[in-house]
Nanobody
């Protein structure tokens, strides 16, 4: 059974940092593009960042570019999201997602086949 499990969410003050992890199980994800999405209360899910199967290509939403870094460790079947200079508007449930794909990194959630259950990130003033 394929599973993605996020961890690392919590409460942090604005300007602070937080690191999220997403551990995949059930099969190897070394051939998958993986991504982070987020959904704030009352808003639609939005793309945050994506990384290619090799880690060689990354993509970021404009709202997080320069503050967030996505990375992966295929030996551990894990993808990470390091979030720095956090703002209140970063408050959301963060989800990781995966799709077996090479080439351009999709930013549309509909193109991803596997999803985690989400982890809450709350940024206080």
């Amino acid at each position: 059974q394929v599973q993605l499990v996020e961890s690392g969410g919590g409460l942090v003050q604005a300007g602070g940092s937080l690191g999220l992890s997403c551990a995949a199980s059930g099969r190897a994800f070394s051939n998958d593009a993986m991504a982070w999405f987020r959904q704030a209360s009352g808003k639609e899910r939005e793309f945050v960042a994506a990384i290619s199967w090799s880690g060689g290509n990354t993509a970021y939403a404009d709202s997080v570019k320069g503050r967030f870094t996505i990375s992966r460790d295929n030996a551990k079947n894990t993808v990470y999201l390091q979030m720095n200079s956090l703002k209140q508007e970063d408050t959301a449930v963060y989800y990781c997602a995966a799709v077996r794909r090479y080439g351009p990194l999709p930013s549309d959630g509909k193109e991803y086949d596997y999803w985690g259950q989400g982890t809450q990130v709350t940024v206080s003033s």
